[in-house]
């Protein structure tokens, strides 16, 4: 018992440490922002602008990213197909794919010169331009559909396969099981998925900077990073970052209190049938429903390729240069996020703490810009902050990514402690032995998809970076966005499919190296 008790006492401490660095680079930035923001008088009308349109596009692109997964999500629910899980998969392509690179693969697709602008120049109409109010919304949709499909999705699996025997027994119609079983289900999955895209998009930076298009397309993020570069403004930056976290907590309190409960029970895991979808019009829609979804993510990231391969011979040295420099930040933020998930994870099983966990994911609530302004303000008095372009990146990076890695390692150490912990203790089993006969070999899979989370995510990063780089200093996303603002399209194509690669790569060497040799 006294063993037990002092490896809770060790594990306390690291994991308190850890929870006091999170804590400071939200609340403490978050202090240092409130005591350097101007009063309620020194929010402006273009202020009051942006915060609007920040409201506006994050409630219309959650909309419609949630109204067009509904019947996606029961498309791939009802069909069985060869593929079908590797289109299951590329749903979650998206979520890694740099913000940037997205970006570009969306103007080769929607912009002036883009297909379908070529398309319907072809057809005696005008170009459509891309930037604007509707292009941020767009691009929103396409990182956000495929996450609300996924989460729709899931919902529909959850249902188990016996509901629908029995309704199919009571001859029940597409229309009766609809109403007894999809609407239900719908009411509990809908509104967290909405809430949790808003504020994704509540937070979204990198799509405003590419695509707002000017004044009236400004979100509060691209006004606080407008009030830095453009301004020098700290005390509007800092009103406006605290506005930009209160909003951020509100919508995610309010996602963790909309959760229902399930109300279908447990089955026995069989394989769905539904009889009910045998018809050939429902065939037909869901088919069509599929191919638009696979094209419409499929086409952006194709023509990355397409714009991009003939231009890697050509790159100019500083995109290799830009490469370089974001790999390393890419290393540090895995190093520094596994190094704060671990210990935070290890104390919320021990200690069987809900709150441990919840202050390790607070982070979710805030975004890079609002922690990169109250650092910004903090190192401003003492130091050069552009000096500390990069560390203060790849901190950030890690940070952002630490609510993943908690999701990822939170419940498999907790079933490892459930097996292994009282034999552990007996013992005498703690710190490093612990770690490495016990808990690594059984956290390789969840450590290795954190890791490979961390490191595609900061690779894609275009947030801190942007408030911090020297002209000299950019990363591969932020080098991208300068050669799309010059207008040198194709090396912009040849830096969009190298920040691919990039991103794709260390995900699938870290996932990958999780894998080998893992416990299945």
């Known amino acids: 018992m006294a063993r037990g ?16 660095l999170v804590l400071l680079l ?7 922002v409130a005591v350097r923001a101007e009063g309620a008088g020194g929010f402006g009308v273009a202020d009051w602008a942006a915060l609007w349109f920040t409201l506006l596009q994050a409630t219309l692109s959650a909309a419609l990213s949630v109204v067009l997964a509904v019947p996606i999500g029961r498309a791939f629910a009802r069909r069985r197909f060869p593929g079908r899980s590797l289109l299951v998969v590329l749903l979650g392509a998206p979520f890694i794919l740099p913000v940037i690179v997205a970006v570009f693969g969306l103007i080769s697709v929607f912009g002036r010169s883009g297909i379908v602008s070529q398309a319907l120049v072809a057809l005696g109409f005008e170009p459509i331009s891309i930037y604007g109010f509707h292009g941020v919304v767009l691009a929103h949709v396409f990182f956000n559909l495929p996450l609300a499909t996924r989460l729709v999705l899931q919902g529909w699996l959850a249902i188990p396969a016996e509901r629908f025997r029995l309704a199919a027994s009571l001859g029940m ?21 909405f809430l949790v895209i808003f504020l994704l998009c509540l937070t979204s930076f990198a799509v405003a900077l590419a695509l707002g298009g000017g004044p009236r397309a400004t979100t509060i993020e691209l006004a606080i990073y407008q009030a ?27 996602a963790l209190k909309v959760a229902l409960p399930s109300g279908f029970g447990s089955g026995l895991d069989r394989a769905v049938m539904r009889w009910d979808a045998n018809s050939p019009g ?15 993510l499929v ?22 240069a830009a490469t370089l420099r974001s790999l390393g930040v890419a290393m540090a933020s895995v190093v520094l996020s596994i190094s704060l998930a671990l210990p935070i994870a290890a104390w919320a099983v021990k200690s069987r703490s809900r709150l441990v966990e919840a202050i390790g994911t607070l982070t979710i609530a805030a975004s890079p810009l609002v922690i990169g302004t109250g650092l910004f303000i903090l190192i401003f008095p003492v130091a050069d902050p552009f000096a500390f372009a990069l560390p203060v990146t790849a901190l950030v990076n890690a940070v952002m990514s630490l609510p993943f890695a908690l999701r990822a390692l939170v419940p498999a150490l907790g079933q490892i402690e459930a097996d292994f912990g009282r034999l552990a203790d007996g013992l005498g089993m703690s710190g ?14 969840p450590l290795g998809f954190s890791a490979g989370l961390a490191a595609a ?18 990363t591969l996303p932020l080098q991208l966005y300068r050669l799309l603002s010059a207008y040198r399209m194709d090396d912009a194509a040849g830096a969009a499919l190298v920040l691919l690669a990039a991103s794709l790569a260390v995900f699938w060497i870290f996932d990958r190296g999780g894998r080998v040799n893992a416990d299945a």
Do not use: C, N, Y
């Open 5 to 20: 008790i002092d490896a809770v006492t060790r594990t306390a401490g690291a994991g308190a440490v850890a929870l006091a």
């Open 26 to 32: 939200t609340l403490g930035t978050l202090a240092a």
């Open 173 to 193: 119609t597409a229309r009766d099981i609809s109403r007894h079983l999809e609407r239900p289900m719908l009411r509990e999955v809908v509104p967290g998925a």
């Open 228 to 254: 830095f570069r453009l301004d020098f403004d700290l005390g509007k930056a800092a009103l406006l970052a605290l506005v930009q976290f209160g909003l951020g907590a509100a919508v995610a309190l309010v």
């Open 282 to 296: 429902l065939r037909a829609l869901d088919t069509a429903l599929i191919a638009l979804a696979t094209l419409f």
């Open 299 to 320: 086409l952006p990231m194709a023509m990355i390729a397409v714009d991009g391969i003939p231009a890697l011979t050509s790159l100019p040295p500083s995109v290799f």
């Open 432 to 445: 490093w032995v612990r770690f490495r006969l016990v808990w690594l070999p059984r956290l390789r899979r």
């Open 457 to 474: 995510l900061s690779m894609g990063d275009l947030g801190v970076i942007a408030l911090f780089a020297s002209p000299d200093t950019p």
